[in-house]
C-alpha cells in the first residue's frame, strides 16, 4: 500500500435534499445559521443574493439550483455553510451539517472513475455508514458564471469582495 493511499483526509459532511454530500475541510470556514439574504440583480441564477457576514458581502449560492434539485424556500432550519472557492468566499445553502469526518484516501473513488462528466463532485466516498459526495468548489461556479457574479458584485456594492 502507497504512502498516499493510508492518508487520511479531513471532511465536513452535510445533507443536501436527504443526499450526503463533503467538502474538503480546509475550504470550510463556519456553519451558521439561515438568515435572510439580500437579492443581487444581474447575478448568475446560481446566485440566491447576497449576505453580510462581519462586514463582508458574500455571495449566496444555491447547491440545489446547480445539482438539479427542486427548488425552494430557506426554512428557518436550514444552515450555511461559509466556504472557500479558489477565487472568493461564498455561502451554501446546506438542510444540516453532519459534522466532521476523517476519510481514508483509498475509501475515496474519483468521479470520473464512477460516472464520466460528473461535474462539481471531485469524488465518492465509501464510509461504514453509506455513501457520500465529495464536492469540488473549484468548479462549483463556471467561468462565466465567475465572471457575472464579480460583475453583478461589483455594479452593486462598488467592487467584488474578494479575499
Same mark, same amino acid.
Given at each position: 500500500?502507497? %504512502?498516499?493511499?493510508?492518508?487520511?483526509?479531513?471532511? =465536513?459532511?452535510?445533507?443536501?435534499?436527504?443526499?450526503?454530500?463533503? =467538502?474538503? *475541510?480546509?475550504?470550510?470556514?463556519?456553519?451558521?445559521?439561515?438568515? +435572510?439574504?439580500?437579492? *443581487?440583480?444581474?447575478? @448568475?441564477?446560481?446566485?440566491?443574493?447576497? =449576505?453580510?457576514?462581519?462586514?463582508?458581502?458574500? @455571495?449566496?449560492?444555491? &447547491?440545489?439550483?446547480?445539482? /438539479?434539485?427542486?427548488?425552494?424556500?430557506?426554512?428557518?432550519?436550514?444552515?450555511?455553510?461559509?466556504?472557500?472557492? @479558489?477565487?472568493?468566499?461564498?455561502?451554501?445553502?446546506?438542510? +444540516?451539517?453532519?459534522?466532521?469526518?476523517?476519510?481514508?484516501?483509498?475509501?475515496?473513488?474519483?468521479? +470520473?472513475?464512477?460516472?464520466?462528466?460528473?461535474?462539481?463532485?471531485?469524488?465518492?466516498?465509501?464510509?461504514?455508514? /453509506?455513501?457520500?459526495?465529495?464536492?469540488?468548489?473549484?468548479?462549483?461556479?463556471?467561468?462565466? +458564471?465567475?465572471? %457575472?457574479?464579480?460583475? %453583478? &458584485? %461589483?455594479?452593486?456594492? /462598488? /467592487?467584488?469582495?474578494?479575499?
Amino acid at each position: 500500500m502507497s %504512502a498516499s493511499a493510508e492518508l487520511d483526509l479531513d471532511f =465536513l459532511v452535510f445533507a443536501l435534499e436527504g443526499q450526503r454530500c463533503a =467538502l474538503p *475541510l480546509h475550504a470550510v470556514e463556519r456553519i451558521v445559521p439561515a438568515a +435572510e439574504i439580500t437579492p *443581487l440583480p444581474k447575478a @448568475p441564477a446560481l446566485v440566491l443574493g447576497v =449576505l453580510d457576514v462581519e462586514g463582508t458581502i458574500l @455571495p449566496v449560492l444555491s &447547491m440545489r439550483r446547480r445539482f /438539479g434539485f427542486a427548488e425552494r424556500e430557506i426554512r428557518v432550519t436550514d444552515q450555511f455553510l461559509i466556504a472557500h472557492t @479558489p477565487r472568493r468566499p461564498v455561502v451554501l445553502v446546506i438542510d +444540516e451539517a453532519h459534522g466532521l469526518r476523517k476519510v481514508a484516501a483509498a475509501r475515496i473513488t474519483r468521479a +470520473e472513475s464512477v460516472v464520466p462528466g460528473f461535474e462539481h463532485v471531485r469524488g465518492v466516498a465509501a464510509l461504514e455508514d /453509506g455513501l457520500v459526495l465529495i464536492h469540488d468548489l473549484e468548479t462549483f461556479l463556471s467561468l462565466d +458564471e465567475a465572471v %457575472a457574479l464579480d460583475e %453583478a &458584485m %461589483a455594479a452593486n456594492e /462598488g /467592487g467584488p469582495h474578494d479575499r
